[in-house]
């Protein structure tokens, strides 16, 4: 259990580095971007004031040229025609700088708005992630204990199995027995807990203990079979799950018959293959 939190922790830890590797790449490309954007939209009004300009020169010019080709030159209309060009102009250069105000109030809300998105997106990661560390934890707890028992009704069944063949067998040995016999031998044993059939005189009144034994080693393995299955199951949903590129866990028997856990790395062909 402590290797597999160990090996938690560091999916975790990983993912939490990619979710930030990924969320700063978004934010700092739309940052980018925006710059990039402002800098354009500075030459491009900058180019419009610069036209705004010329263009009402050339009108003043031209409109000071015809009254001079008139021979008004020297009347009022000068004088009005230079007030209203100026008039002209400082309302066209009011609208050029009121229209990129309003771009650069634009581009500082977007750029907040990519702040946001990088803080919310990194507080919504690492919620998830601590929450799927969070079941990864429960369900490997719960496997551990079901294993647990699992082991713990097969060592009872196996206690129980010797205890009443002791019986039977002492029961036979101070008995009189009239029947046919069997001879033989037979054992079985699992880890520190035996069962232990050997040899002798079995006789016909016997076959319960002999029962028994197979009872026992039926559901042992039983209980055996179920827990492989359920990890088999729970390996091929967790697989399934994972996306391709992302670590998931896997748990095996080792040479022992301990259930361990193993980092693996979900590939495109679907060789996937272990990392630790």
Not at 139 to 159: G, H, I, P, T, Y
């Given at each position: 259990m402590a290797n597999y939190t160990t090996q938690l922790n560091n999916l975790k830890n990983a993912q939490k580095k990619a979710a930030v590797a990924d969320l700063q790449n978004t934010r700092n490309t739309a940052l980018s971007n925006l710059q990039a954007e402002q800098q354009q939209n500075a030459a491009n009004y900058a180019a419009q004031r610069n036209t705004a300009n010329a263009q009402n020169r050339l009108s003043a010019r031209n409109f000071q040229e015809y009254l001079a080709n008139t021979g008004r030159a020297n009347s009022g209309l000068g004088a009005q025609a230079s007030m209203q060009y100026n008039n002209?102009?400082?309302?066209?250069?009011?609208?050029?700088?009121?229209?990129?105000?309003?771009?650069?109030a634009d581009i500082a809300r977007r750029r907040t708005d990519a702040q946001n998105a990088y803080s919310s997106g990194l507080a919504s990661a690492n919620a998830n992630i601590e929450a799927n560390y969070i079941q990864n934890l429960?369900?490997?707890?719960?496997?551990?204990?079901?294993?647990?028992?699992?082991?713990?009704?097969?060592?009872?069944?196996?206690?129980q199995f010797n205890k009443n063949y002791d019986l039977q067998k002492k029961s036979f040995s101070s008995g009189s027995g009239g029947g046919r016999t069997y001879s033989g031998s037979r054992g079985y044993r699992s880890g520190g807990s035996g069962i232990n059939l050997t040899g002798g005189n079995v006789q016909d009144t016997n076959r319960e203990a002999v029962a028994n034994v197979t009872n026992a080693i039926t559901n042992a393995a039983k209980l055996t079979n179920n827990a492989i299955n359920k990890i088999g199951s729970q390996n091929a949903a967790t697989q399934k799950a994972a996306k391709v590129g992302q670590r998931y866990v896997k748990q095996v028997k080792d040479k022992k018959g301990n259930v361990v856990s193993q980092l693996w790395m979900k590939t495109k062909d679907g060789k996937d293959y272990r990392v630790a």
């Open positions: 002209n102009l400082n309302t066209s250069m009011n609208n050029i700088y009121g229209a990129e105000n309003a771009a650069l429960l369900k490997q707890q719960q496997q551990d204990w079901e294993n647990k028992m699992a082991l713990k009704q097969f060592n009872e069944s196996v206690r």
